[in-house]
């Protein structure tokens, strides 16, 4: 994968994961405790 094809693919999952904090909190809320959890 090229450098410029992985920052678009954080862009698109940075995206997805602002649409889900907006129209579901509380799945936003699991998934930072999930990410988290890995750390």
Known sequence: MTMKAR????I????ALVFAAYFQPAFMFDMATRIAMCF
Do not use: D, E
């Not at 698109?12 to 995206?15: I, K, T």
């Open 12 to 15: 698109a999952l940075l995206l």
């Open 7 to 10: 920052w678009w693919l954080a």
